[in-house]
């Protein structure tokens, strides 16, 4: 499965907008861990991925949007997608499954 969605530029922007919404949900783990019990490491080690992974991101989405000549609109929805929590699985299966 994974190998097919490495295939396209299409397989490999979900594959990257379902790490980078993983990494947004790692926060909820890490932000009680720093702010509560004063263990700031995790939450830096998950903070430096998903920046990455954030980049990474937008560059896909803007790539993708050129290439396959996206409406503005679907474009807006793709990139807002990775600032809400969950919004990244939701975007997945209602605007890029067919």
Known sequence: MIALLLK???GRF???AFLEGCSYLAF???MPLKYS???PQP???VGMFHGILFILYVVLALQ???MQKWTLLK???????SL???GTFYMDAKLLRK
């Open 8 to 10: 396209t530029s299409l």
């Open 14 to 16: 979900r594959i990257v």
């Open 28 to 30: 909820a783990l890490t």
């Open 37 to 39: 019990f004063a263990i």
């Open 43 to 45: 939450n830096f080690v």
């Open 64 to 66: 993708l949007a050129f």
């Open 75 to 81: 474009t807006f929805w793709v990139l807002l997608a």
């Open 84 to 86: 809400v929590p969950f």
